[in-house]
């Protein structure tokens, strides 16, 4: 894929196209029913009569915040009706900021089925399936950033596809507005992405590429004003050049280079660079064209606890690996992580079998989930039907489930995969 | 070979221990204490917590001090808090204000964990807490956590 880009000076109008549905008013009625409600040094009422060690903490609040930030969200979530003062202890900024700074990622959604990481843990998992559907043409999964979901209808036309933005841990969720222009606009739209970080892009935004006869144009979305924006340059690049799906890291939107686009969108300077690519992955790519590349394993590209990682698989002959990178804070380049191979395939040896059209290699990457400590980095791995999970520390494998229907996993960075992080604050 | 410092620690009833300076400074609280202390600085009082907690508060910074890096810690860590839940509660609210940060996070994980299956009405009885939502807002809190459109 030869990328063939123009940037020229264009102005646009600016979008001032509004349908935003907005309504706070469940919420509100609880949060003036709780607005008076101060929390108590010292009472003399029962709720402070030290009599039991346990009162001795719960009288304490930076204590008894030390201990409930160590709950599951589903506790968190469920202990705030424990009475007013927990309520208003664990909404407050300070709880879900420190709580959100270490983010977990316990599982991921394989279509709209929850699949958790820890299949020792016997306490419920917070989903069985997610049981999000604000649509009649269904809802399906774009893009897990940070804590929240990018959906979009599962069916109907395309030009009246409505995206939700949406917080599956404390079940808030938004209608991203049309983008500005006509049916046609909305029938071009080749991909829309989602920004979001706890502390460095708090409130959203949405990035939208609409493009016709090869011409694109990238739009922004602006949550904190509802309004879109047209970034003052288009680009031009092969009309069927795919878009795959988007991964924010370190304040800019990356495209799998699987799909063919070498380049990501700073948000900051609302500018397109260029991606670089690892050596042996540039190499192989430029070596490769049209179905040979379609018919090479695809290339796992996403970001886990603030690390953006690729992961390329290489198999020759009886030689199978997963060279996994990870990128340079100032994206000038790529450090080769660490590499999986012979142990896998030491327990699976028919992960790689030889066809007319090519080798293939039974094993894809669906994650790379990175610990507290490096040695708790795992992968999630698909094995036709079945996900199982590689632990890096100690080389071990456990099964996670084995799917009753197939999905795909996409060459081009569509997938039906996307991680499930927890995420106590409001957008 | 410099001998080393000792410190004597008082309990709130009164109980004294002697240990290591070395120990003791694992105590942040204590550190501070005894950085900015006058002359009597060989004495420290922690009036919050009582002489049967004091000493299994020593005993696990003689250990984690003593021995860092040996294989054992976390098995000790983990029968250190083998104990009932007065005795923990007791452990956390002391490594809180002796400002011992392991022992903290020890004590609170290990507390986190036992409320984890717990229901509201049961969190409310281990800590004495009265409901004080009237059932309106409790309809309410049930609501919100159910889908809500946000913005």
Sequence with gaps: MILNRKLTLKARPASTNSTMVSTRAKIRKTRNALKNYYPKKTTTDSYHQLTSSAERIGSNDDLLTEILHRLPVTSILQFKSVSKHWWWLLSHRSFTLRYDKFPISPGLFVHNKYVPYDVEDRSPPPYQSLDFCPDLNGIKIVQSCNGLLLCCCDRGHIRDHKYYVFNPTTKQFAIIPSVPGDDDARKSIRFMGLAFHQTTCPRYKAVCILGSAGIFVIQIYFSETGKWKTVNNYFSENPYARFGSGVYWNGAIHWNPSGGSLFYFDLNSEELRTLPLPLPVQARMTSLEGDAWDAHPPIYFGESRGHLHMVDTTCHGTRFHLNVYEMLGDHSGWFAKFEVGDDLLGCYPDIIRNYPYGLYCGFVVIDVVRGIEDEDTFLVLKYFRKILRYNVRDKSFKWLTNMTTDFEVGRHGRREIHPYIQRLASF | ?151
């Excluded at chain 2, 976390?74 to 956390?92: E, G, P, R």
């Excluded at chain 2, 969190?123 to 059932?135: G, L």
């Design chain 2, 1 to 151: 070979m410099t001998s080393s410092k000792t410190i004597v620690l008082r309990s709130s009833d009164g109980a004294t221990f002697e240990v290591d300076e070395a120990v003791a400074l694992h105590s942040l609280m204590i550190k501070h204490r005894i950085e900015t202390g006058g002359a009597d600085s060989t004495t420290i009082d922690v009036p919050e917590v009582t002489g049967n907690t004091l000493s299994k508060v020593i005993e696990y910074c003689k250990k984690h001090v003593e021995a860092p890096n040996s294989d054992d810690l976390k098995s000790f860590d983990t029968d250190f808090v083998k104990v009932d839940q007065a005795v923990l509660c007791h452990l956390a609210k002391a490594s809180y204000y002796m400002n011992i940060k392991g022992l903290l996070d020890l004590s609170s994980k290990t507390i986190a964990d036992m409320f984890k299956g717990k229901t509201v009405e049961q969190i409310r009885e281990t800590f004495h807490i009265k409901n004080d939502f009237t059932p309106e807002e409790e309809e309410e809190l049930r609501k919100e956590n159910s889908w809500n459109l946000f913005v």
